[in-house]
């Protein structure tokens, strides 16, 4: 089942039954079994109009978004790449195999943009980029309840002239999107799970790629241990699980543009650039 944040509240969503739930996403975090409560609620609902796009909000309550990265070939690839200059590309492969994985602040909840919502590009950058990410949403005691889509925006350009500029890179206004729902289940993803971007300039595709999630590096498990570790998340947290789709080097990001970010099982999030 699929949870949606709404203008209205949260609606709890499979196939075309609908129920609209009274709780907040904190409240559903302190829930000890959310997805038993949650299929409780379910039993109560019915046939439904389909959920208007206009009232759709970020599936977020007081939860921060972290970020892991370089847990893809591609993206270990593309950071050497950016950062060779600055000598910076050693600590890209040296993560990539290390035992403790890259782990950042991403965004408050309250600046992530929605679904529909505009993303932003630092007015002192020269290669911006999305990063499409399976987000997972982890409870207040370390476990995997949900997956949603993230958009991990990047100044390329800051974070290559050197790694210590990465905050600057990874968070600015409008640099985190998440949405459209969460898909709350405790069922692992399957492997063959894609995640696909298309870029939009002027009615043409000008970047599409897509990976799978068999392509990760690392177990989510490991990753949310290490985000865990001796950090406290009274509400629980979302955590971007890295890109492994990187546009060509010749790519930069335009106002005007449309990022697509379609993951099975989820849907499809989409946000102007602005
Ligand atoms: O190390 C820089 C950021 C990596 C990242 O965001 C990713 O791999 O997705
Ligand atoms: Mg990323």
């Not at 590096?217 to 570790?229: A, S």
Request: hydrophobic share 40%; proline share 6%.
């Amino acid at each position: 089942m699929i949870l949606y944040r709404t203008t209205e509240g949260l609606v709890l969503q499979e196939g075309d039954q609908r129920f609209t739930l009274e709780e907040t996403l904190d409240g559903l975090m302190m829930q000890a079994d959310v997805h038993d409560f949650l299929a409780e609620k379910m039993q109560g609902a019915g046939t439904a109009r389909p959920i208007d796009a206009a009232k759709l909000l970020a599936p977020i309550g007081s939860q921060e978004v972290w970020a892991a990265g370089v847990t893809y070939l591609r993206s270990r690839a593309a950071r050497m790449a950016e950062s060779k200059d600055a000598g910076g590309g050693d600590f890209y492969d040296r993560v990539y195999s290390a035992e403790r994985p890259e782990l950042f602040f991403k965004s408050l909840p309250h600046k992530v943009v929605g679904p529909g919502g505009t993303v932003g590009l630092r007015s002192d950058a020269t290669w911006s980029v999305p990063e499409p990410e399976l987000a997972l949403l982890i409870d207040p005691r370390g476990k995997i309840v949900g997956y949603t889509i993230g958009n991990d925006m990047s100044s390329r350009d800051i974070e290559g002239q050197n790694p210590l500029y990465l905050p600057q890179a990874k968070v600015y206004n409008r640099s985190c999107a998440l949405g459209p729902g969460i898909l709350m289940t405790n069922e692992p993803l399957p492997k063959e799970t894609r995640i696909a971007i298309e870029i939009e300039r002027g009615g043409s595709v000008v970047f599409s790629g897509e990976t799978s999630i068999a392509q990760i590096k690392r177990p989510f498990e490991e990753l949310v241990t290490y985000l865990y570790r001796d950090q406290t998340f009274a509400f629980g947290t979302f955590l971007l699980t890295g890109t492994g789709v990187v546009p060509p080097d010749s790519f930069t990001l335009e106002k005007g543009d449309t990022v697509r970010i379609r993951i099975d099982g989820i849907g499809e999030l989409m946000n102007p650039v602005g």
